[in-house]
């Protein structure tokens, strides 16, 4: 079984792209998948699909927005109005329920008829955000389940699993992406690029994340000031 392909799931965010061009610096050849989910900003499949052209990859996009129908979030339904914070109890409404289950099957599904074996996603536990299905203990429980229900031997990469937001900013860095990050993504949850609205809870943690990476670049990278 060939191991020199990877398949991305790129969302167009932060997160995600980052793991693109980690992806091309470990595998010889690389796609993307990216899903429409309902989501109420479609300038996200076209951030990704952008960045998919930059880093000279395959893109691929699959329309899921079925599963809107069957899940009530704030990211897909326009009449609520988004949490700002995590509950005391539960997720917040802006966790889309089976988002990262729909993602990874449907995304193995299609390396599997491409010969590809390794999936990588930009899922994180360390920024945990109330969202169970970025933890990895699902992400391992998921490998095994898609294993067994394909009789295949895939392997799922998780490159940010244990980063905060200013470790992934100086993995772009490293990377030589900083700038492609910081302009051509869409992270935030109204839908504004680059760095977003700044209020919503995807843009405060992205923006924090890099207040605080480019306040002591040199200690993220090893380096002693002086």
């Known amino acids: 079984m060939e191991r020199n392909k990877a ?3 790129l969302s167009g965010g932060q997160d ?3 793991c693109l061009f980690w992806a091309l610096g470990h595998f010889d050849e690389v796609r993307t998948i990216t899903f429409s989910y309902g989501q109420k900003h479609g300038n996200e499949v076209e951030a990704a699909r952008k960045i998919a052209d930059i880093a000279g990859v395959g893109f691929h996009h699959v329309d899921i927005s079925s599963i809107a129908s069957i899940g009530k979030n704030s990211l897909t339904d326009g009449s609520m109005t988004m949490d700002r914070e995590k509950p005391e109890h539960g997720c917040p409404n802006t966790f889309v329920p089976g988002r990262n289950l729909f993602f990874l099957s449907a995304a193995a599904v299609y390396a599997r008829e491409n010969g590809i074996f390794d999936l990588v996603t930009g899922v994180s536990q360390t920024d945990f955000s109330g969202y169970p299905d970025c933890r990895d203990s699902f992400i391992r429980s998921l490998n095994v389940t898609l294993n067994l229900a ?4 895939f392997v799922i990469h998780t490159p940010l699993m244990w980063l905060d937001k200013a470790q992934v900013w100086a993995l772009a860095d490293s990377l030589g992406v ?3 990050v910081r302009k051509e993504t869409v992270t935030c949850y109204n839908g504004i690029p680059g760095d977003g609205c700044g209020h919503c809870p995807a843009c405060h943690l992205r923006n ?5 990476y480019l306040s002591d670049k040199e200690a993220y990278h090893g380096q002693k000031k002086g």
């Open 7 to 9: 398949l991305v799931v």
């Open 178 to 180: 900083f700038d492609i």
């Open 16 to 18: 995600s792209s980052t």
């Open 150 to 153: 394909m009789d295949e031997q």
């Open 208 to 212: 924090e994340g890099l207040k605080k």
